[in-house]
């Protein structure tokens, strides 16, 4: 009998092991964000996006903190923490999926990430086009898509209605490297 | 058999730890890393004022911000006829921040023709988590300046001469953003006249000012202070500061509604010489608006993302 839960105790760390072995981890991942109006150009950045990637089951998550975004004017941080994204209730963006026909041994390619964005406490199924590279044996991940402000429930009062575009383009970079915890 | 059943307990606990240790999400591995992130509390209040007095507010690193200051009334039994109201003040502003936590800003009142500057420094700022920091402190200093005009000699060879007067006032704002509506802000305040109409009225005076907003939408809130004179002047009748109103955000611009009982814009002036009650009979109530523009000097630059 304790040999029995020996080696099932070690099978099991054993395989929890390898699948930490098959994932890496982007720290300074890039995810900026645009919004172009005739009235005025809104741009931010933040360049302490996590993203972690497990190649072996092809699974992708992103995590990133509203207030880490940058702004051109501290006035346009203020208001989009406080008036439309809600930070203090809302503090993350995550994003959690699955890469489609993901080879994990190709230097570089062009492929489909599917799965749910959740902005301002809303989650929503979105499908991202994503060019995968690798390189030394570390991915790296870009592209753009775009969302609907309406789709995250933020309210843009009609006054200021033309200053914010109803679709925001997002690109984003992430870097990978081993992950260690 | 006592042991067999402790052993298969061992082994499904053992399991269900496992599993759960496995089935931990990508998500979950991420949230680990952010745990021990710390942030400034922002917008503890909107603007650099609750409505009379400051708040712990003050703008970044290279904000112009310029304001006007109204304040209407009306006067009883008045004989001409004016549009919306009989009397208006307004206070002309400017304000720069040199840096994040300090500020200069200037103005001048054309009702009571007093001039006035101050400064102002964040000293610490609440955090967005309550063990580091739990409230925002800031330091006011003002000074004001204006003329009174004296006249003296006798009828036949009146003389007149003018006299400047220089009042001080140093303040020190307490706030706490409970939730992400309700921040309530409490400020000691000490005043210093350099001089006194009346030589019975002293020339220290302790106030303490009490405020608070509470936000209904998104870009708008409700705003209430009231400032406690400790030891009033005994010359003559004052009353404590109350004012209620609204603020209204849009965009760069910022105004601020409000009745108030107080006429003048000068901290050392409305806090200590005041001289109506609140209420609704003329001339007591004070209908003012305060419109708030910031210009940004300085902008950020934002990092293309780069391979």
């Known amino acids: ?82 008036s439309y994204i809600e930070s203090d209730l809302y ?91 | 058999m006592k042991n067999k059943f402790i052993h298969k307990s061992i082994l499904f606990i053992c399991i269900a730890i496992i599993t759960s240790i496995q089935s931990q999400s990508l998500l979950d591995k991420l949230d680990k890393e952010f745990s021990n ?48 109201a009989d009397e208006v003040s307004t206070r002309y502003g400017l304000e720069y921040a040199f840096t994040d936590n300090f500020t200069f800003g200037l103005g001048y009142t054309n009702f009571d023709k007093i001039a006035d500057g101050f400064l102002k420094y964040r000293l610490l700022k609440q955090k967005n988590k ?47 953003k409970f939730n992400p509506n309700l921040s309530i802000q409490i400020a000691p305040t000490f005043i210093h006249r350099a001089s006194n109409s009346n030589s019975n009225d002293a020339n220290n005076q302790f106030a303490i000012g009490f405020g608070g907003r509470h936000k209904i939408t998104k870009h708008t809130s409700l705003v ?21 109103g609204v603020n209204w955000e849009v965009s760069d611009l910022m105004l601020q509604f409000h009745l108030t009982n107080a006429r003048n814009f000068a901290e050392d002036t409305f806090l200590t010489q005041t001289t109506n009650n609140f209420n609704f009979k003329d001339p007591n109530l004070h209908f003012g608006v305060n419109a708030t523009y910031i210009i940004h000097t300085k902008k950020k630059k934002i990092k293309e993302i780069t391979d």
């Open chain 2, 37 to 84: 992130i710390v942030f400034d509390e922002i917008a503890t209040f909107k603007t650099t004022r609750l409505g009379l007095m400051h708040s712990i507010e003050t703008r970044k690193k290279g904000a112009l911000q310029l304001s006007l200051y109204f304040r209407y009334w009306d006067t009883p039994n008045a004989t001409g006829q004016k549009f919306l």
């Open chain 2, 130 to 176: 309550d063990k580091k920091g739990w409230f925002s402190l800031t330091l006011v200093q003002t000074l004001s300046h204006r003329k009174v005009e004296n006249t003296s000699g006798n009828l036949y060879q009146p003389s007149t001469s003018s006299e400047d007067i220089y009042a001080f006032v140093t303040q020190a704002l307490f706030a706490r």
């Open chain 2, 224 to 244: 209430s202070e009231y400032n406690y004179v400790v030891n009033p002047v005994k010359s003559f009748d004052t009353y404590n500061t109350f004012m209620i």
């Open chain 1, 91 to 181: 503090p993350k963006a995550n994003f959690e999926g699955i890469i489609i026909d993901f080879d994990e041994n190709l230097a570089s390619q062009t492929k489909i990430i599917k799965g749910q964005l959740s902005i301002h406490g809303v989650t929503k199924d979105i499908e991202i086009k994503t060019k995968i590279q690798k390189n030394k044996g570390n991915y790296t991940l870009d592209g753009e898509f775009d969302v609907l402000v309406k789709d995250f429930k933020i309210n843009i009062p009609p006054i200021l209605a033309s200053n914010i575009a109803k679709t925001i383009a997002i690109k984003f970079r992430f870097q990978y490297q081993p992950y260690e915890e």
């Open chain 1, 1 to 82: 009998m304790n040999k029995i839960l020996l080696f099932l105790l070690l099978s099991f760390f054993m395989a929890d092991l390898s699948s930490a072995q098959n994932q890496q981890i982007a720290r300074q991942g890039q995810v900026s964000f645009f919004s172009y109006t005739s009235v005025e150009n809104i741009e931010a950045n933040n360049n302490q996006v996590l993203s972690i990637i497990d190649y072996s089951k092809s699974k992708i998550a992103v995590s990133m903190l509203m207030r880490a975004f940058v702004f051109k004017k501290d006035l346009m941080y203020e208001h989009f923490n406080e």
